[in-house]
Nanobody, 114 residues
């Protein structure tokens, strides 16, 4: 059974930082494209960043230079380091594993507010 479990969300002030983690079981992350998506209230889920099985990261323009994605294959975990957070980054953040199949975590809430 495949499970993706996100953690690390919370409330942070504008300009602050958070690190999200997604621990996987039932699959080996090194064989998947791992992605972080987010969904704000009333909006569609959108890609934030992903990293290929070869270790190549990709970022959407609105987080480039602020967020960083990396995998720790020994821990079978993917991380999203989020710096310089803005109120518009507020959303539920989801982890995704994509290969032939697509798997999703349950999400973790990130709230950026003063």
């Amino acid at each position: 059974q495949v499970r993706l479990v996100e953690s690390g969300g919370g409330l942070v002030q504008p300009g602050g930082s958070l690190r999200l983690a997604c621990a996987a079981s039932g699959i080996s992350l090194s064989m998947y494209t791992m992605g972080w998506y987010r969904q704000a209230p009333g909006k569609q889920r959108e890609l934030v960043a992903n990293i290929t099985s070869g270790g190549l990261p990709n970022y959407v323009y609105f987080v480039k230079g602020r967020f960083a994605i990396r995998t720790d294959n020994a821990k079978n975990t993917v991380y999203l380091q989020m710096n310089s957070l803005k109120p518009e980054d507020t959303a539920v953040y989801y982890c995704n594993a994509q290969r032939m199949w697509s798997y999703w975590g349950q999400g973790t809430q990130v709230t950026v507010s003063s």
